[in-house]
């Protein structure tokens, strides 16, 4: 299958910093990436969707202005969660499709990201 | 709001013995449902993507039927292996390039 990787595997922040979490597709075009958050011992909650060269289309109840998505590329997408506060600590995971997956629906996905703010 | 439900969230199973969990979706709108291991630190990946009714898909010991009429699926592990621990997820595609909507997962621990 194809391949999506995702970094940092985990990162520790400071009240009111920002976080950066990449994830790139290395071997296929990532027409659409997703971006989801788990809470513990919860299904994926899909955050936004983003499609290259687009703005991404947030879902209801998720802070744009709080969680900025960019995926300027058809290999990369990032989340940036600005100002991060305590309640954002969370397990952050993208996926992507590229055109092929349009029909069956298929993810490819990172390994996830988990974010701890102090 | 779609309701995608796996039942049960958890379950240990001896090494040896077969086991099976299930998925339940809306039945109305279906357009295919998606079965993905995820096991810990790694990336879930794809079992299967199924779109027919009574459709029953095989890799290994792990095989899925589907009843789109009845909105459900079920995912069963046949001789299980401790490297069959994982938490597996279904998802629901309702249309051609939509989103899926994802199970809260049924987490299996296979003890040696």
Known sequence: ?118 | ILNVEQSPQSLHVQEGDSTNFTCSFPSSNFYALHWYRWETAKSPEALFVMTLNGDEKKKGRISATLNTKEGYSYLYIKGSQPEDSATYLCAFFKAAGNKLTFGGGTRVLVKP
């Open chain 1, 1 to 118: 299958g194809a391949v999506v990787s995702q970094h940092p595997s985990w990162v520790i922040c400071k009240s009111g910093t920002s976080v950066k979490i990449e994830c790139r597709s290395l071997d296929f075009q990532a027409t659409t990436m997703f971006w989801y958050r788990q809470f513990p011992k919860q299904s994926l909650m899909l955050m936004a969707t983003s499609n290259e060269g687009s703005k991404a289309t947030y879902e209801q109840g998720v802070e744009k202005d709080k969680f900025l998505i960019n995926h300027a590329s058809l290999t990369l997408s990032t989340l940036t969660v600005t100002s991060a506060h305590p309640e954002d600590s969370s397990f952050y995971i993208c996926s992507a499709r590229g055109a092929r997956q349009l029909i069956t629906g298929e993810l490819f996905f990172g390994e996830g990201s988990r974010l701890t703010v102090l």
